[in-house]
Nanobody
């Protein structure tokens, strides 16, 4: 079955950096769009960034200039480099993969930014 497994979350001070990774298995990684979403307590899940198979990216306004999404198709992996982290970036971050026949989610990884 399809699995998306995130890693790289943790506790970091404001202004610090983290890199999240998401490895996909059970499906051909190419020809899809990968994305990162986040959900803070009491809030709806929101888009952070997406990257298409061709490398086109899209970012939420709140993270533009600070976060970078990238993918390595040879490793079935998508990354989210997060710099200049703020307290408001604290949330559970979820990896999402959209293929023609379905959309899949990872289990999430917690990111906590202390101010």
């Amino acid at each position: 079955q399809v699995q998306l497994v995130e890693s790289g979350g943790g506790l970091v001070q404001s202004g610090g950096s983290l890199r999240l990774s998401c490895v996909a298995s059970g499906i051909i990684f190419g020809y899809n769009t990968m994305g990162w979403y986040r959900q803070a307590p009491g809030k709806q899940r929101e888009l952070v960034a997406t990257v298409t198979n061709g490398g086109s990216t899209n970012y939420a306004d709140s993270v533009k200039g600070r976060f970078t999404i990238s993918r390595d198709n040879a490793k079935n992996t998508v990354y989210l480099q997060m710099n200049s982290l703020k307290a408001e970036d604290s949330a559970v971050y979820y990896c999402n993969g959209r293929w023609p026949l379905g959309s899949y989610w990872g289990q999430g990884t917690q990111v906590t930014v202390s101010s």
